[in-house]
């Protein structure tokens, strides 16, 4: 089963307005990261955020990472048509054979020009 | 560019065959992940490799099976294909077993 699960599954928005996605997840990590697809295409990289970090920021974007709760959260500012695409969260998740990687299900993104 | 290359892009087979897709990391990169993402879903962990070794296994069907050669390239065999096979098959890559992945563009895996 997926380990984490991002919530909205959709989100609809209109250029220039933030957009905020969560992520549950249900075992201990390592990091937690998140990640963009366009649509068909390979997920880019876009934030990392490691088990004893709370918050971080990378240009547009501001995640941050809970762990007494097992969530996180992406707000992209200032949103632009460009962003619109799938956003994944991704726990980087040790296990006794090795760390496991595991994506959630995504939150579709669509910015209205 | 990511710097992980797969090859093919795109493979129409029909159902009971067997594909191989292929994968090469990034230079320096010594693991290797596998993903299956269907229509519109998440991406599925089916296995991960270090320096050659299997490190992780997810949801991986016994029909398919993958290895890390010593050049650091990887495969992943599918066979007795099924319809619900069809799938884009991602292969990512990363320095350690941790840490940021770089993902292909993926193979486009469709079984008519």
């Known amino acids: 089963s997926q380990q984490g699960e991002e919530d909205p599954q959709a989100l609809s928005i209109q250029e220039g307005e933030n957009a905020t996605m969560n992520c549950s997840y249900k075992?201990?990590?390592?990091?937690l990261q998140w990640y963009r697809q366009n649509s068909g295409r390979g997920l880019v990289h876009l934030i990392l955020?490691?088990?004893?970090?709370r918050e971080k920021h990378s240009g547009r974007l501001r995640v941050t990472l809970d762990t007494s709760k097992k969530s996180s959260s992406l707000l992209i500012t200032a949103s632009r048509a460009a962003d619109t695409a799938s956003y994944f969260c991704?726990?980087?998740?040790?296990?006794?054979?090795?760390?496991?990687?595991?994506f959630g299900t995504g939150t579709s993104l669509t910015v209205i020009p | 560019d990511s710097g992980v290359t797969q090859t093919p892009k795109h493979l129409i087979t029909a159902t009971g065959q067997r594909v191989t897709l292929r994968c090469s990391p990034r230079?320096?990169?010594?693991?290797v992940y596998w993903y299956q993402q269907s229509l519109d879903q998440g991406l599925q962990f089916l296995i991960q490799?270090?320096?050659?070794?299997?490190?992780a296994k997810g949801n991986i069907l016994e029909r398919f099976s993958a290895q890390q050669f010593p050049d650091l390239h990887s495969e992943l065999n599918l066979s007795s294909l099924e319809l619900g096979d069809s799938a884009l098959y991602f292969c990512?890559?990363?320095?350690?077993?941790?840490?940021?992945?770089?993902f292909g563009q993926g193979t486009r895996l469709t079984v008519v």
């Open positions: 990512a890559s990363s320095v350690q077993f941790s840490g940021q992945a770089f």
């Open positions: 075992t201990s990590i390592n990091n």
């Open positions: 955020i490691r088990s004893n970090e």
């Open positions: 991704a726990t980087d998740t040790p296990s006794n054979t090795g760390n496991q990687f595991y």
């Open positions: 230079s320096g990169d010594l693991s």
């Open positions: 490799y270090y320096n050659g070794e299997e490190r």
